[in-house]
């Protein structure tokens, strides 16, 4: 089949879903399922895997520059994987057991042991789909950002146990070297550094993400894990956020294969359907197990809340579990094209419901908040921006530059807030006043005297977060001024329609303030 014409059918499905409000790779998946369905022969399968491939691996390698090994080492990340990985694999398998004596199951014939490795496949979430969306709504340094990625990587290193265990494979001898890479960063780094900012720059990331994902297979360990670790062993140079940056479009393009390559697993029969929807049910059952146990180490219920609405989704390392149980005939081939539409669905689940997180932990909160305990790891602000008359949402690049030209007229009445806690402490560090705070918190919001703000600027990289930090200014009543910042036209209609006085295009000001400036200079002359 004609690669122009695979491509023409993800755009069309990928631009249909977008259009209606979902994702665009809810798109994908559907039209890898329709491509299987029409055009499975003539369609050569291991295209996409490359494309897949390709795109897991820049994807955690992008995934790592953001990871810190502290955000790793907290207890709710900890308490978040072990907690409900066990508690999935005892309920899950408890259930199937009873459910055995039911005809339909019997078909089945599954030992104890096979139901606890069914069960063990579905207590991984997809970071896949869980960094996507956090991506896309800029929300991968927010606290429930960090405590989900965090959780996402320690199963990655389950997932690496378990390959070890179940191939019977074990890494080899030589892979001890792989330590060498920790003196060896300040090699890399200089590379870095040297490299510049055209086009050496994401060629650099290929170069360090499947570079290492060939090092680490080569030693027998799991290559996507290479390409996440060599990632957070970078993740604190300034220049990170850049080859993150050079790496986006890249990542997406071929991740386009990893959701088309879903579908090509095998079509369902009614079986597999109902098989598949049985293990559906396990969703809100995943929630639960992720959201108490992120409440009894201490975290906030809304971060409890929305990092359990991300992870309680399936994870595509699902399917690798059943492929290698099925190659060694420990369960039937349906077990694989089931795990594949739960998965799917899963993902439709995850996207839609996460969509419309924040607006329910609004509707919910008495209900969410009540199983959060007294006292709390985090507060909602630990300095709250008490006496400030301006707010700068977002510290960003932008944010930073309003602050500081805002600083020298108003002094300590003007504050930046920001939700990336390393970001927080650079700015205190420069003696800036800064907040760490998730402007999307209502509680937040319930903590400021929004009767002193006079003018709050949004300066966030994401235009439905902006929209949703207004909606929670005027659920809270705020009377002030509210100014956002875009490079897009239509974005800046959208902000203005959902309640911002007024939006500034910054390619547009940018534009016409180096044309003043340079017309300065004539002045000058003259």
């Given at each position: 089949?004609?690669?122009?014409?695979?491509?023409?059918?993800?755009?069309?499905?990928?631009?249909?879903?977008?259009?209606?409000?979902?994702?665009?790779?809810?798109?994908?998946?559907?039209?890898?399922?329709?491509?299987?369905?029409?055009?499975?022969?003539?369609?050569?399968?291991?295209?996409?895997?490359v494309?897949?491939?390709?795109?897991?691996?820049?994807?955690?390698?992008?995934?790592?520059?953001?990871?810190?090994?502290?955000d790793?080492?907290?207890?709710?990340?900890?308490?978040?994987?072990?907690?409900?990985?066990?508690?999935?694999?005892?309920?899950?398998?408890?259930?199937?057991?009873?459910?055995?004596?039911?005809?339909?199951?019997?078909?089945?014939?599954?030992?104890?042991?096979?139901?606890?490795?069914?069960?063990?496949?579905?207590?991984?979430?997809s970071?896949?789909?869980?960094?996507?969306?956090f991506?896309?709504?800029?929300?991968?340094?927010?606290?429930?950002?960090k405590?989900?990625?965090?959780?996402?990587?320690?199963?990655?290193?389950?997932?690496?146990i378990?390959?070890?265990?179940?191939?019977?494979?074990?890494?080899?001898?030589?892979?001890?070297?792989?330590?060498?890479?920790?003196?060896?960063?300040?090699?890399?780094?200089?590379?870095?550094?040297?490299?510049?900012?055209?086009?050496?720059?994401?060629?650099?990331?290929?170069?360090?993400?499947?570079?290492?994902?060939?090092?680490?297979?080569?030693?027998?360990?799991?290559?996507?894990?290479?390409?996440?670790?060599?990632?957070?062993l970078?993740?604190?140079?300034?220049?990170?956020a850049e080859?993150?940056?050079?790496?986006?479009?890249f990542?997406?393009?071929?991740?386009?294969?990893?959701?088309?390559?879903?579908?090509?697993?095998?079509?369902?029969?009614?079986?597999?359907?109902?098989?598949?929807?049985?293990?559906?049910?396990?969703?809100?059952?995943?929630?639960?197990?992720?959201?108490?146990?992120?409440?009894?180490?201490?975290?906030?219920?809304?971060?409890?809340?929305?990092?359990?609405?991300?992870l309680?989704?399936?994870?595509?390392?699902?399917?690798?579990?059943?492929?290698?149980?099925?190659?060694k005939?420990?369960?039937?081939?349906?077990?694989?094209?089931?795990m594949?539409?739960?998965?799917?669905?899963?993902?439709?689940?995850?996207?839609?419901?996460?969509?419309?997180?924040?607006?329910?932990?609004?509707?919910?909160?008495?209900?969410?908040?009540?199983?959060?305990?007294?006292?709390?790891?985090?507060?909602?602000?630990?300095?709250?921006?008490?006496?400030?008359?301006?707010?700068?949402?977002g510290?960003?690049?932008?944010?930073?530059?309003?602050?500081?030209?805002?600083?020298?007229?108003?002094?300590?009445?003007?504050?930046?807030?920001d939700?990336?806690?390393?970001?927080?402490?650079?700015?205190?560090?420069?003696?800036?006043?800064?907040?760490?705070?998730?402007?999307?918190?209502?509680?937040?919001?319930?903590?400021?005297?929004?009767?002193?703000?006079?003018?709050?600027?949004?300066?966030?990289?994401?235009?439905?977060?902006?929209?949703?930090?207004?909606?929670?200014?005027?659920?809270?009543?705020?009377q002030?001024?509210?100014?956002?910042?875009?490079?897009?036209?239509?974005?800046?209609?959208?902000?203005?329609?959902?309640?911002?006085?007024?939006?500034?295009?910054?390619?547009?000001?940018?534009?016409?303030?180096?044309?003043?400036?340079?017309?300065?200079?004539?002045?000058?002359?003259?």
């Open positions: 089949m004609d690669l122009y014409l695979i491509i023409l059918i993800a755009f069309v499905a990928g631009f249909a879903f977008k259009q209606i409000g979902l994702p665009p790779m809810l798109g994908y998946l559907f039209s890898g399922f329709v491509l299987f369905k029409f055009y499975g022969e003539q369609i050569d399968a291991s295209m996409f895997e494309l897949s491939n390709l795109g897991i691996t820049l994807l955690l390698f992008t995934i790592g520059l953001k990871v810190k090994i502290k790793l080492i907290s207890s709710p990340v900890m308490v978040g994987t072990a907690a409900p990985m066990g508690g999935i694999i005892v309920i899950i398998s408890t259930l199937f057991t009873l459910t055995s004596t039911v005809s339909a199951w019997l078909l089945f014939d599954l030992s104890l042991e096979m139901l606890a490795l069914i069960a063990f496949s579905l207590s991984f979430s970071t896949i789909c869980i960094a996507k969306i991506e896309e709504k800029g929300e991968l340094k927010t606290r429930h950002g405590v989900s990625l965090g959780i996402l990587v320690l199963q990655d290193f389950a997932a690496v378990f390959l070890v265990f179940a191939k019977g494979t074990v890494p080899e001898i030589w892979s001890v070297g792989l330590l060498l890479l920790i003196p060896a960063r300040p090699i890399i780094i200089e590379v870095l550094d040297r490299v510049g900012h055209a086009e050496l720059l994401p060629l650099s990331g290929f170069f360090l993400a499947l570079g290492s994902y060939s090092l680490f297979e080569f030693c027998g360990v799991k290559g996507d894990l290479g390409a996440l670790l060599v990632g957070m970078i993740s604190s140079h300034p220049k990170s080859l993150y940056k050079s790496l986006m479009n990542k997406d393009v071929f991740l386009i294969g990893f959701f088309l390559s879903i579908g090509f697993s095998a079509l369902p029969t009614g079986e597999t359907w109902l098989l598949a929807a049985l293990l559906l049910l396990m969703i809100p059952v995943k929630f639960v197990l992720f959201y108490s146990s992120l409440i009894l180490v201490g975290l906030r219920a809304r971060a409890a809340f929305l990092a359990s609405l991300a309680m989704n399936f994870s595509e390392f699902g399917l690798i579990v059943l492929v290698i149980a099925a190659d005939a420990w369960i039937s081939d349906q077990w694989i094209v089931a594949a539409l739960a998965i799917s669905v899963s993902f439709i689940i995850t996207s839609v419901v996460f969509k419309f997180a924040h607006v329910m932990f609004v509707k919910y909160k008495p209900w969410i908040v009540y199983f959060e305990r007294k006292h709390t790891l985090h507060q909602t602000c630990i300095n709250r921006p008490d006496g400030a008359e301006v707010l700068v949402v510290m960003g690049r932008v944010g930073s530059a309003s602050y500081d030209s805002l600083y020298p007229t108003l002094g300590e009445k003007v504050w930046g807030i939700a990336d806690s390393d970001r927080i402490d650079t700015h205190k560090t420069l003696n800036r006043s800064v907040a760490l705070a998730d402007a999307e918190d209502g509680e937040f919001w319930e903590s400021v005297e929004l009767n002193k703000i006079k003018l709050i600027m949004l300066a966030l990289p994401n235009m439905e977060d902006m929209k949703n930090v207004i909606v929670q200014l005027k659920l809270k009543n705020y002030g001024k509210i100014a956002a910042i875009t490079q897009y036209g239509d974005d800046a209609i959208a902000l203005k329609n959902s309640g911002a006085d007024t939006v500034f295009n910054y390619q547009v000001e940018v534009g016409q303030g180096f044309a003043m400036e340079s017309l300065n200079l004539l002045n000058e002359k003259s």
